[in-house]
């Protein structure tokens, strides 16, 4: 998760939806200007005066953190919460399942996945449905069943996105800066909703039933 006070906004860090490259993308607008950065994929948390850079990596959760819930965000900020534009990354909920499904499993079943028939991924991911609600993060851009956000970067259109948001906060778009993070895992190119049956459609639908109303993808 981010702050900047310099630019006034306020990233909400969401799971399996291009998230840390977005972060990434906007750390520099959280440090003062002239301060010495360097991206990485793991780092602390860094707080000065023009932001806060929540930490990325770790298991030990410190006072700011990647995919902090909204409620903690807005308890730590007080009147800057609701003075600043807060914004979140959001992917269609069928296929941020199976994206989710294939970094999750391992990489021995999913090399063995790989080369199966596709029957047999389907019932893997059937099994796997059961505890995917470790992608469920409504927490981290929802407060009492709301979202918060005033904007968002969708996955299936990630730049036109992202150059709106920089629009709004006043950050240059440099797309060329938006770096490539925790890559797809998947092994296969069958198209994400192959992988469902009426029993697992009916668990996506469910659970992410939200989702699906907020921002806009079709449900089936």
């Known amino acids: 998760m981010l702050v900047s006070h310099r630019r006034r906004f306020i990233y909400l860090k969401t799971k399996k939806t291009a998230g840390t490259s977005v972060e990434i993308y906007f750390e520099p ?8 950065y360097e991206e990485a994929h793991l780092r602390p948390t860094v707080e000065t005066s023009a932001g806060v850079i929540g930490q990325r990596g770790s298991r030990i959760v410190d006072s700011w953190y990647n995919h902090m819930p909204a409620a ?3 308890a730590r900020l007080g009147e800057a919460w609701d003075a600043y534009l807060k914004f979140c990354c959001v992917r269609n909920p069928y296929d941020r399942l199976v994206s989710a499904f294939w970094m999750l499993i391992g990489p021995e079943e999913r090399q063995a996945l790989a080369s199966v028939s596709f029957d047999e991924v389907r019932a893997r991911f059937a099994r796997w449905m059961t505890v995917c609600h470790i ?7 929802e407060i009492q069943g709301r979202p918060v956000v005033d904007m968002v970067i969708r ?3 990630l730049l036109e996105d992202l150059e709106a948001v920089c629009e709004a906060t006043g950050v240059p778009f440099e797309p060329e800066r938006l770096g490539r993070y925790k890559g797809e895992s998947r092994l296969r190119d069958e198209p994400y909703l192959d992988y469902y049956d009426a029993d697992t459609l009916a668990q996506a639908n469910e659970v992410y039933a939200s989702q699906f109303e907020w921002f806009g993808y079709a449900r089936h």
């Open 29 to 36: 607008a959280c440090l003062p200007e002239g301060h010495a």
């Open 72 to 74: 903690e965000v807005q």
């Open 135 to 141: 992608v469920d993060d409504r927490a981290v851009y």
């Open 155 to 157: 996955y299936e259109a």
